[in-house]
């Protein structure tokens, strides 16, 4: 299947790619543009550079939102030649130059399982860590346009970035939001992300685009509805913990559904009790 990008606002192009619904955001300005996010395998970021051609060819700027596989692993097809710039949460920059090993490790073993053809793939994938960190945020200028980088705090991950476009109230949330199916909690800070999803409300408007990590377009009611639900999740998992419940316990009343509510609650329990 061929990737394409479909504008979203004015010069703001998503591109969904099928397998796991991840989206990638393009930003075309004046003879420049950026890139949020590079897909899972050196064959995916092939085909999304063919698609970021038809649509610019100006020099590129690449965002990471994150470490996981499936955001950054294109790194090394979109950006190392010629070198371009590639900017993360200080977090990222280190797991992958520090650690891209144990990275691509968990990768694989993630989706061994439910996508074998996949795994094998991201076993050759060279990675490429970042070359410019974000502490907490940092302006660019996109030929022209203003672009936000902001870590609203530890959420789905620990470096987790969001993407705000002011000029047509966009905003990129990578997998702080999730429309395509409940939040995932492996890597997750579950009693501090509803605190970086509040943070990254306060980025929003009544008629903000927000472009979430996976699956379709949605506005600021759902990232409302979304913050809610952390929230109780999180009071969820505090009181089970001061209570000698079992994360299992959780689980069963999770907003998100037992399989992710039992994920939150181990890494919340693990928080709590200072050993993650």
């Known amino acids: 299947m061929t990737l394409r990008f479909t504008e979203a606002a004015d010069r703001v192009y998503v591109l969904r790619e099928p397998m796991l619904e991840v989206n990638v955001t393009l930003v075309v300005g004046d003879g420049a543009a950026l890139l949020v996010d590079t897909l899972s395998t050196a064959g995916q970021a092939a085909e999304l550079a063919a698609a970021v051609r038809t649509v610019t060819t100006g020099p590129l700027t ?13 790194n090394r097809t979109l950006a ?3 070198p371009r710039p590639v900017y993360a949460h200080t977090s990222v920059v280190a797991a992958l130059r520090d ?4 990275v691509r490790r ?3 073993e993630e989706m061994r399982a439910s996508q074998p053809a996949l795994a094998v793939e991201l076993a050759r994938t060279a990675l490429l860590a970042p070359t410019e960190p974000v502490e907490v945020q940092t302006v660019l200028d996109v ?3 203003r672009v936000l980088l902001r870590h609203p705090g530890p959420g789905h991950t620990a470096g ?9 109230d966009v905003l990129v949330a990578g997998d702080l939001v999730e429309s395509a199916g409940p939040p995932d909690f492996a ?8 605190d970086a999803v509040a943070d990254l409300l306060r980025l929003t408007g009544p008629g903000t685009v927000v472009v979430p990590g996976h699956g379709p377009l949605v506005d600021v009611g759902f990232v409302r509805t979304q913050h809610a639900r952390l929230t109780e999740l999180a009071g969820l998992i505090r009181a089970a913990h001061a209570a ?21 609650a181990r890494r919340g329990f693990a928080q709590l009790d200072g050993v993650d």
């Open 244 to 264: 000698g419940d079992p994360p299992e316990r959780v689980a069963e009343v999770a907003p998100f559904g037992t399989r992710a509510g039992l994920d939150a």
């Open 143 to 145: 030929g022209g346009r």
């Open 80 to 82: 190392a030649d010629p």
């Open 62 to 74: 690449v965002v990471n939102t994150h470490h996981h596989f499936d955001h950054c692993f294109g």
């Open 99 to 102: 650690r891209p090993d144990r």
């Open 160 to 168: 987790d970035l969001v993407v705000q476009l002011p000029d047509v």
């Open 106 to 108: 968990a990768a694989v």
């Open 187 to 194: 890597d997750a800070y579950p009693l501090r992300w509803p």
